[in-house]
């Protein structure tokens, strides 16, 4: 998908979003995928919200620092069907052991961005605190 011009990366996001829809495990499938993503260290500044790209500037962009990669796995599950009414939130977060900052994906009561895998929210190390919190509106 990444590896593309623009409109064939178009072409193979929304086949990627169509695959959403039917495959069994869609949240380790869109983390698979965004791991291909071209990274880069900076891109985005996850505190202001006015400059983060759209989904279509994302893939016109094509370069994923870990917070794009959450904004990617974000719009790729918004803009599915089966993901239609489910509430997305983006939290920025410190893990107050290691001083680290994490950008997390919440789908509901799931959470992404924790290594390469997602957990229940209640499953979150109780060492991390959330510092800012971004209702994703909806792309439906």
Known sequence: MFDNTYENRLASWRDFRESLE???NPFQEVINNYKKAPYVSIHTDP???????N????INENQYDDFCCVLGMCYSLQLTD??????????IGIDNE???T??????DDTVFGLEDSYV?????PTTY????????????
């Open 98 to 100: 290691t001083s680290s």
């Open 82 to 91: 089966r993901f239609k009414g489910s509430k997305f939130e983006i939290h």
């Open 22 to 24: 039917t495959v069994d």
């Open 55 to 58: 989904p279509w500037e994302l």
């Open 129 to 140: 605190s959330p510092q800012e919190i971004y209702q994703m509106p909806n792309l439906h």
């Open 47 to 53: 505190w202001t919200r006015e400059m983060w790209p």
């Open 120 to 124: 229940d929210k209640s499953k979150l």
């Open 102 to 107: 994490h950008f997390l994906l919440f789908v």
